[in-house]
């Protein structure tokens, strides 16, 4: 699901906010779903549906936008935690059934990952106590329906972020608790094996009552937690590796050189991303795939910076590569340029990484299978394939 298009929206706090496009195709389900109880809910609220200002839909549309703005307040709880622990938070992403905050590194100390995970249901509650509140106290009709509304689905939202399931706050929660005993990987285990009991459950009860949304949470479930696992392992596997070792050697190319001087490029290097050297000193990449959503008759006269994407950092190529996994599976092209001394020197590319999982992954079930070293380390990589289309940085 991340892989799919987000929009920047707003900066707070140093953090970029993003809009994901699923949330989008979730906004008119909300409405309608809202709208069509606008009656009821009305009525559980101790109002007359006729005094309220806006409407059905109207307030199924202001509803919704109370839904994700909790959402956001939510994200920004753990924002504000794991900056006070010395974490860099780089941006958090509105999407369907929740947030996303994109972290440098996750907490290593269990304790320290107990209260980045709980402070978001503790937000929520709190947020849900406020909203009680301003009922309680509005004599107002469309404050009390408002107060009533999001107080509800506040409780909701922490009720269900404390499930003990990846990827809520309280699969993580449940993790920092058995690492303490047993450790980070043997207690995500166990986490994901609670997890996928959630999801086979959720699952078996939308197929049941014909539900998309207790599917859809379901899915989210599952593949939140085997993510969650399989980027463990990763940083496991990768411990040790710098950027640089995996980094692909890629002059960059100016900003204001056309679109035909730079697929010239492409195609010369054999490259389909690469670096740009920016005028405002921000990390950015050009893709083929942007080049080709230009009409060859208009490349002449586009710009490289008129289709660049701008991610969020660079990488030192001292800097360990398991640091950077979450920022380089969301960048564009899923790439990242590569400096040394504060010049750019290449791009570390997912797929590049993916054969050096591959071969780690290798090398440990050599291991285990004869108990022995077999072969030259794997984990650095000197000598790149020719499909690669460059050199090792």
Known sequence: MMGLKSWKIARIRGVDVNLHISLLLLLPYLVLAIGSRFGSVARDAGVSAEALSFGAWGWGFICALGLFASILIHEFGHVMVAQTQGTRVDGVTLMMLGGLSTMDRPPERPFAEFRLAIIGPLVSLALAGCFLALESASTQPDLKFLGFWLSRTNLALAVFNLLPAFPMDGGRALRS??????????????????????????????????????????????????????????????????????????????????????????????????????????????????????????????????????????????????????????????????????????????????????????????????????????????????KSGGKAA
């Open 177 to 386: 608790l058995l690492a303490v005993k047993r450790g980070q990987l043997k207690a995500t285990q166990t986490a994901v094996k609670v997890s996928t009991v959630f999801a086979w459950s959720f699952g078996v009860m939308g197929a049941l009552s014909l539900n998309i949304i207790l599917l859809l949470i379901a899915f989210f479930i599952f593949a939140g937690a085997q993510t969650e696992l399989a980027f463990l392992l990763s940083r496991g596997l990768l411990k040790g590796i710098r950027a640089g070792d995996v980094a692909i050697e890629v002059s960059p190319i100016a900003e204001n050189q056309n679109l035909i001087a730079c697929a010239d490029r492409m195609i010369k290097e054999r490259q389909t991303v690469l670096p740009v050297i920016t005028t405002s000193g921000e990390s950015a990449l050009v893709s083929l795939g942007r080049i080709r959503t230009i009409p060859s008759e208009f490349r002449d006269t586009t710009r490289v910076r008129d289709i660049m994407s701008v991610v969020r950092r660079s990488l030192d190529k001292q800097e360990a590569i398991s640091d950077a996994l979450s920022e380089l599976a969301t960048s564009p092209g899923g790439s990242l340029p590569v400096t040394s001394d504060g010049k750019i020197i290449g791009i570390v590319r997912a797929a590049d990484l993916n054969e050096v999982l591959q071969l780690k992954r290798l090398e440990e079930s050599a291991i285990l299978s004869f108990g022995t070293h077999v072969g030259e380390p794997t984990g650095v990589t000197t000598e790149p394939s020719e």
